[in-house]
């Protein structure tokens, strides 16, 4: 079992930068894949980035591409979301989740573990 901790979320105007990191307990750390997901009011969860356990691989939403960077440090038990040129409607709360599973997936329901998320604003 493992447990997710965001961290980093805040109010920002549109076009700035945020990284928000996700620290897992744990000594497995690396055998999960990672994922962030966001949810906005009224809107279903999304997903946003995913990154495979040895960072071979990562996969990014259309919405996010060119803009956000996942990334991962094993040692640290520690995933990152690093968000440039920040839109209003990448308003949400984020979530990171964890996938045990053996295939690198988009789909929330293939998620094993989820933090309680963290407010990201941005402001126009």
């Known amino acids: 079992q493992v447990q997710l901790v965001e961290s980093g979320g805040g109010l920002v105007q549109a076009g700035a930068s945020l990284r928000l990191s996700c620290a897992a307990s744990?000594?497995?750390?690396?055998?999960?894949?990672m994922g962030w997901f966001r949810q906005a009011p009224g809107k279903e969860r999304e997903f946003v980035a995913a990154?495979?356990?040895?960072?071979?691989?990562?996969a990014y939403a259309d919405s996010v591409k060119g803009r956000f960077t996942i990334s991962r440090d094993n040692a640290k038990n520690t995933v990152y979301l690093q968000m440039n040129s920040l839109k209003p409607e990448d308003t949400a709360v984020y979530y990171c989740?964890?996938?045990?599973?053996?295939?690198?997936?988009?789909?929330?329901?293939?998620?094993?573990?989820w933090g309680q998320g963290t407010q990201v604003t941005v402001s126009s």
């Open positions: 989740a964890a996938d045990q599973g053996s295939l690198f997936s988009r789909a929330g329901s293939r998620y094993d573990y």
């Open positions: 990154i495979t356990r040895s960072a071979g691989s990562t």
């Open positions: 744990g000594r497995t750390f690396s055998s999960y894949h």
